[in-house]
């Protein structure tokens, strides 16, 4: 049985309304008659005060149908990294669309974030970010959340709150791909240490650029000029494509300011 005739069911057996449902756990009559009528999901947030309300546990109420959500969700955010890169508008829509149906649910809204400016709406931002570290479990997803939540704030100029929202999340040293990757061995051992090169190549890009950033505050042209072609030297040898996470793009723009600028 899906949930949403597990709901009517239940409501039935209890001998209330839609209206009533509604108003006990906060949302509009319209949204349980989608459910009943599988025109859209309960977000996964709602599972405890639907469990409590019918009395039954969560595994008797949803059945599988918590991991149907986050299969949906999961499947409208990969819709929308197609369009990440090259079009934020319709990545944004996407996501936009989901949420609809799947309102507060973490992962379409972490996926938001992705497609947002921090400096250009730093309040929408810090917004959906608290409201993710508030509902999600998922610590990745929370620190996640954390990393948005501090560039907003320092778009803001609020450099305190940058720093305490950097401090969530934890410092961490070796990581559990890592390790497989040392230990174990085949499929699994290549799995891991594919994943930990991926990670670790992002990480190198990323600090790459901040590290240019340094230099250009300094002054120092040339140094930035050295780090950024260095990147894309890396990259090519990896024969890393066209448009993975915008780093090529970028530095390609740096290096033609930087030039500019030397003029």
Request: charged content about 30%; glycine content about 4%; proline content about 2%.
């Amino acid at each position: 049985m899906n949930i949403g005739n597990k709901i009517k069911e239940l409501r039935k057996q209890r001998g209330v309304t839609q209206e009533q449902l509604a108003d006990s756990i906060g949302v509009s009559f319209q949204a349980v008659s989608k459910w009943e009528n599988n025109i859209a999901l309960p977000d996964i947030t709602l599972a405890p005060a639907l469990a409590s309300y019918f009395d039954v546990s969560m595994d008797v109420l949803f059945d599988f149908n918590l991991k149907e959500i986050e299969d949906k969700a999961f499947a409208i955010a990969k819709e929308s990294w197609k369009y990440r890169s090259s079009d934020w508008e319709k990545a944004r829509n996407i996501i936009d669309e989901g949420l609809k149906t799947y309102p507060d649910n973490v992962i379409l809204l972490i996926n938001r974030l992705y497609v947002m400016n921090s400096e250009e709406t730093p309040d929408e931002v810090i917004a959906i970010a608290l409201k993710i570290i508030d509902l999600s479990k998922d610590e990745a997803i929370k620190y996640d959340a954390c990393q948005f939540l501090a560039y907003a704030y320092k778009a803001k100029g609020d450099f305190e709150s940058a720093r305490k929202a950097i401090d969530i999340i934890p410092d961490i040293r070796f990581s559990n791909q890592r390790l497989k990757a040392s230990i174990l061995e085949g499929k699994e051992k290549w799995d891991a240490a594919c994943q930990e090169f991926n990670e670790a190549l992002y990480a190198f890009m990323f600090i790459t650029y901040r590290m240019a950033e340094c230099c250009e505050d300094r002054g120092e042209y040339d140094e930035a000029l050295e780090y950024y072609e260095n990147a894309l030297r890396v990259l090519d040898i990896y024969k890393v494509k066209e448009g993975w996470y915008g780093f090529r793009e970028g530095f390609n723009e740096e290096i033609a300011k930087i030039k500019e600028k030397s003029k």
